[in-house]
């Protein structure tokens, strides 16, 4: 790909493999780290339930939502900055790391001090001033892939983020917008051996923004992980039924706990070390 020559987001050899550490957890090559949590915190009590039913069954890595981008104006758009106060109570019980969208410069300064990992959601991913932003942090980045971006955008995005010093940027599948409405994206599969041939950036998938209905998660992270996913990033719920946002492809915590079990066989298989923390049932 000629834009890409000269870059830094490029793979130069076939060994060429980043490794982004967030304190002890590794993404990248070999390993295979699982994000959970619900698409939006809603309330402390959901927040605290859900964060220690997802360590427990092998997340490293909360999904911890305060901001949300939605499609109507009307639509519930996050429990807002005083969640803040929710992501230091999740702290202090769990081990989890946590992991927050900021779609703004200020959230970026109501967030930095309570988070582990930056992400940059599918809307914002051609947000350049903000990519220029986060570049500046010493945060890992999780930078989710345009709904209607080519793998050469969004590797230049990546390079947004590199070239204003932050190397540590974890790429996303999410899925990308096809004539197909059955499910809510297209799971671009290819994406990610074709990702892991252009650069050397860890690569995870959202098996559930992909997919749009929780039947359809788990063969979505299924596929993921044996197309040589480094990790997902998985909504679970207490209850998906009453969610406020994204209910229907949200994992109740039995189906999560399914989930766990053969994504903990399939890397297995793949020869990819799992990573948990010490309160995971398989420690
Ligand atoms: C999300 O992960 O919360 C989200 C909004 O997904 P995406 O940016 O991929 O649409
Ligand atoms: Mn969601």
């Given at each position: 790909m000629q834009s890409l020559k000269n870059t830094k987001v490029r793979k130069q050899n076939s060994e060429h493999n980043t490794i982004v550490k967030c304190n002890d957890v590794s993404f990248g090559e070999g390993y295979c780290v699982v994000i959970a949590g619900p698409?939006?915190?809603?309330?402390i009590e959901m927040a605290l339930l859900t964060a220690r039913e997802v360590e427990v069954q092998g997340a490293v890595v909360f999904r911890s939502s305060l901001f949300k981008p939605r499609t109507s104006p009307y639509s519930f758009q996050g429990y807002g900055a005083k969640g803040v106060e929710i992501l230091k109570a999740i702290k202090s019980e769990t081990n989890l790391l946590l992991e927050s969208e900021v779609l703004s410069r200020e959230h970026l300064e109501t967030l930095y001090d309570h988070i582990d990992l930056i992400r940059i959601g599918s809307r914002n991913m051609d947000n350049y001033e903000l990519l220029k932003e986060v570049g500046t942090t010493d945060k890992p980045i999780i930078l989710k892939r345009g709904m209607s971006s080519t793998l050469e955008e969004f590797l230049l995005a990546a390079e947004y983020i590199l070239s204003n010093g932050n190397e540590k940027v974890i790429l996303c599948e999410r899925g990308i917008r096809t004539f197909e409405t059955y499910t809510r994206n297209t799971f671009d599969v290819l994406a990610i051996p074709a990702l892991k041939e252009l650069t050397h950036l860890p690569v995870i998938v959202d098996p559930s923004h992909s997919s749009g209905r929780s039947s359809l998660v788990p063969a979505a992270s299924k596929a993921a992980i044996a197309a040589g996913a480094d990790g997902l990033i998985v909504e679970v719920h207490p209850e998906p039924e009453t969610a406020l946002s994204d209910g229907g492809q949200s994992l109740s915590f039995e189906d999560f706990k399914l989930l766990m079990k053969e994504v903990s066989d399939l890397a297995e298989l793949f020869k990819k070390q799992l990573i948990t923390t010490t309160k995971n049932v398989r420690n």
């Open positions: 698409c939006a915190i809603e309330n």
